[in-house]
């Protein structure tokens, strides 16, 4: 058959035509499936991505948040809450304080100022407010209590940190670290009772780091006219014992016999502590 029959002419074109759309038909569906899944896959990291940045907004760590003891006061209970931020405190608010008549009108004006006084100082070496005098020395002495809780606490933490880089560093750094420890735990005595001519009195103190942290009197003359120079005279002992930091403190005018029973008692419970 010659090269330009008709017959091999039709044929061979027929035979490219076929050709042309099997390689067409073969192609084509390769395309669609990769097309699909390329799409499929940013909608599932982009879904696993949000609970990801939703627990690292969580995971911030927060301030810590200590009670004090309750102080009792003639007019009634006082306890206050801080909360200490890097060492700090930077919020002080009162959980109890005297309440009904005259007392909430007293509260209402000394509690934001003893608030304020103690985020300023830092301590509970804060001024009495005016005209709420057993208020402000209740509220001193439980803003005490929660900074002696706090500072426990924290002396807690970096001991464990101490001993975490004395175990990267050098051995003589872990040995003076483990002595600290008991130093910075707060002891509590209670000292004899000494007999006055009103009634017993008997002293309690908290010593840490070998100063008085808290003295409080565990008993104390009371009942008529006793219960008065108790109220009265008590909260300032309680408060010259903490800043003398020994029993050499003077005694309350109008309030001699308890004054001497109470400076026995003090000594007596410092002798114990050893100081």
Same mark, same amino acid.
């Given at each position: 058959?010659?090269?330009?029959?008709?017959?091999?002419?039709?044929?061979?074109?027929?035979?490219?035509?076929?050709?042309?759309?099997?390689?067409?038909?073969?192609?084509?569906?390769?395309?669609?499936?990769?097309?699909?899944?390329?799409?499929?896959?940013?909608?599932?990291?982009? /879904?696993?991505?949000?609970?990801?940045?939703?627990?690292?907004?969580?995971?911030?760590?927060?301030?810590? #948040?200590?009670t004090?003891?309750?102080?009792q006061?003639?007019?009634?209970?006082?306890?206050?809450?801080?909360?200490v931020?890097?060492?700090?405190?930077?919020?002080?608010?009162?959980?109890?304080?005297?309440?009904?008549?005259?007392? #909430?009108?007293?509260?209402?004006?000394?509690?934001?100022?003893?608030?304020?006084?103690?985020?300023?100082?830092?301590?509970?070496?804060?001024?009495?407010?005016?005209?709420?005098?057993?208020t402000?020395?209740?509220?001193?002495?439980?803003?005490?209590?929660?900074?002696?809780?706090?500072k426990?606490?924290?002396?807690g933490?970096?001991?464990?940190?101490?001993?975490?880089?004395?175990?990267?560093? #050098?051995?003589?750094?872990?040995?003076?670290?483990?002595?600290?420890?008991?130093?910075?735990?707060a002891?509590?005595?209670?000292?004899?009772?000494?007999?006055?001519?009103y009634?017993?009195?008997?002293?309690r103190?908290?010593?840490?780091?070998?100063?008085?942290?808290?003295?409080?009197?565990?008993?104390?003359?009371?009942?008529?006219?006793?219960?008065?120079?108790?109220?009265?005279?008590?909260?300032?002992?309680?408060?010259?014992?903490?800043?003398?930091?020994?029993?050499?403190?003077?005694?309350?005018?109008?309030a001699?016999?308890?004054?001497?029973?109470?400076?026995?008692?003090?000594?007596? /419970?410092?002798?114990?502590?050893?100081?």
């Amino acid at each position: 058959m010659k090269k330009s029959h008709p017959i091999r002419r039709a044929v061979l074109a027929g035979a490219a035509t076929v050709s042309g759309i099997v390689l067409l038909l073969s192609l084509k569906p390769a395309s669609d499936p990769a097309s699909a899944q390329g799409a499929a896959a940013p909608r599932q990291s982009a /879904a696993q991505e949000s609970p990801q940045g939703g627990s690292a907004q969580q995971s911030s760590s927060g301030a810590g #948040t200590v009670t004090g003891d309750v102080a009792q006061t003639q007019y009634g209970p006082v306890q206050v809450r801080i909360t200490v931020r890097g060492g700090k405190v930077t919020r002080s608010e009162v959980v109890q304080i005297p309440s009904g008549g005259r007392s #909430t009108e007293v509260s209402n004006s000394s509690v934001p100022r003893l608030n304020q006084e103690a985020v300023a100082a830092g301590s509970a070496d804060i001024d009495a407010v005016s005209g709420a005098t057993y208020t402000s020395a209740g509220y001193k002495k439980s803003l005490q209590s929660a900074l002696d809780k706090a500072k426990a606490q924290g002396s807690g933490a970096s001991g464990s940190a101490g001993s975490t880089g004395a175990a990267g560093s #050098t051995g003589s750094s872990g040995a003076s670290a483990a002595p600290q420890a008991p130093a910075t735990q707060a002891r509590t005595v209670t000292g004899s009772v000494a007999q006055t001519q009103y009634g017993a009195v008997q002293v309690r103190v908290s010593v840490s780091g070998g100063k008085i942290t808290k003295a409080e009197a565990v008993q104390a003359p009371k009942g008529g006219l006793s219960d008065q120079k108790t109220a009265m005279a008590v909260p300032k002992l309680n408060q010259e014992a903490v800043a003398a930091g020994s029993a050499d403190i003077d005694a309350v005018s109008g309030a001699t016999y308890t004054s001497t029973g109470y400076k026995q008692s003090l000594q007596s /419970a410092l002798d114990k502590a050893g100081g």
